[in-house]
């Protein structure tokens, strides 16, 4: 059978995935807790899972190292030792570890994502692209900020017929997150940096 093209979300231990980042019911669903090994083999990176075996590809080396990290933290709750990532994405490995230890560790707290919904593993340049072809569905998204450094907020707005992008570079503080703006805001939560957008766009901003 040939290589199919998804997108692929991860929340605590499952791992789905669906034909377009706009389908809310996934293809299939992945128990992480089933995981034995994830190894990079060959430019792809095999999931080897009690019973059953993955093969994931992605467009870049860095992109599948990435998903190697958050696969290998979420299943074994620590983050591996032998990642080759930038400084900015294992500051985003220890985030998500903080938050799944947060939400496993409250007995019947609901499941909740370790990222808000809208945040979408993709560059600056995907981003753009990703708002212009989910006109209608929403106009603001999540994602990694450039070169590793924490996070970005991607924004884009319609005026006057011209397409706006903006683009907000978000770090992590001791005592939650900092909009990098002329005025830095402060937020206690990656929802509450994302519900500042949407209070701050007064209903004209929709995260995607």
């Known amino acids: 059978q040939g290589d199919q093209r998804v997108w692929a979300g991860l929340r605590g231990l499952k791992l789905a995935f669906y034909r377009s980042p706009q389908d809310r019911e996934p293809l299939e669903v992945l128990d992480l807790g089933e995981l034995v090994t994830a190894q990079a083999e060959g430019g792809a ?57 947060e939400r496993r560790g409250t007995p019947g707290s609901p499941a909740s994502p370790v990222v808000p919904s809208c945040f979408f593993q993709v560059t600056r340049a995907e981003a753009e692209r990703l708002l212009e072809q989910s006109a209608g569905r929403g106009n603001l998204l999540l994602r990694p900020g450039g070169h590793g450094q924490g996070l970005s907020v991607t924004i884009r707005q319609q005026l006057d017929g011209t397409a706006l992008l903006r683009h907000y570079k978000v770090k992590r503080e001791a005592q939650g997150y900092v909009i990098g703006m002329e005025t830095p805001h402060r937020c206690s939560s990656l929802a509450d940096v994302v519900q500042f957008f949407v209070r701050s766009g007064k209903g004209s901003l929709q995260p995607l």
Request: net charge positive; no cysteine.
């Open 45 to 101: 990176l095999v999931l080897r899972l009690k019973g059953q075996q993955v093969t994931m590809k992605a467009e870049s080396w860095d992109t599948l190292e990435m998903w190697r990290g958050f696969i290998l933290t979420m299943a074994k709750m620590r983050m591996p030792r032998d990642l080759a990532l930038l400084p900015g994405h294992n500051l985003q490995l220890l985030e998500a570890l903080r938050e799944e230890r």
